[in-house]
C-alpha cells in the first residue's frame, strides 16, 4: 500500500532501537511538515518514495541505523519541496536506495558534518534512478 501525505504537521517518533520509524510500501508527500524521529532507520520502504512538495525531515539517532533505506533498492524521487536526512554516526542519509530529481532543479547535497555541503547533483538519469555515489551521513534536497 500506499501513503499519501497532502498537507497538515504530521510527526513520528520512534523509541525502539530495534526499528524503523515508519514502514511503507510507498509514500507519496505532497505538502506540509513531516518529520521522522527515530532512534533506528528513519524510513524503511518497499516500492517507491515520491516527494512533491512539503518540507520533510527524518533523523536516526542510533549510530548503526540509515536516515532512509529501502530493502529492494527502490527510487526515492524528489519533483519539489525540501528535504533534509540525518543518519546514525556510522551510517549513511540513504542507503540502498536508488535516487532520481524529478525535474531538473531538484539537486541532492551531502555532507559529512551537516555543515560543509558538496556542489549538489541532479540525479535525473534513467527512469531507474541512480545510486548515489557518496556514503555521507547528511543528505538535503533542494
Known amino acids: ?11 513520528a517518533v520512534n523509541n525502539d532501537t530495534n526499528g524503523g520509524g515508519l ?7 505532497c505538502g ?3 518529520t521522522v524521529n527515530s532512534k533506528h532507520t528513519g524510513i524503511i520502504f518497499y516500492t517507491s518514495f515520491d516527494i ?37 554516526f556510522s551510517k549513511k542519509a540513504i542507503h540502498n536506495t536508488k535516487i532520481k530529481s524529478g525535474t ?10 551537516n555543515t560543509t555541503w558538496d556542489a549538489g547533483k541532479v540525479y535525473d538519469g534513467s527512469g531507474t534512478g541512480e545510486n548515489p555515489t557518496p556514503d555521507n551521513r547528511y543528505a538535503k534536497v533542494e
Do not use: P, Q, R, W
Open 32 to 34: 506540509g511538515k513531516f
Open 104 to 113: 531538473s532543479n531538484i539537486k541532492f547535497y551531502f555532507s559529512n558534518d
Open 1 to 11: 500500500k500506499t501513503v499519501e501525505i497532502h498537507g497538515g504537521v504530521i510527526t
Open 52 to 88: 512533491y512538495g512539503g518540507d520533510i525531515e527524518m533523523t536516526s539517532s542510533n549510530n548503526d541505523a540509515n536516515g532512509i533505506f529501502c530493502n529492494d533498492g527502490n527510487i526515492l524521487t524528489v519533483y519539489g519541496g525540501k528535504m533534509k536526512v540525518a543518519g546514525g
Open 23 to 29: 514502514y511503507f510500501g510507498g509514500i507519496k508527500i
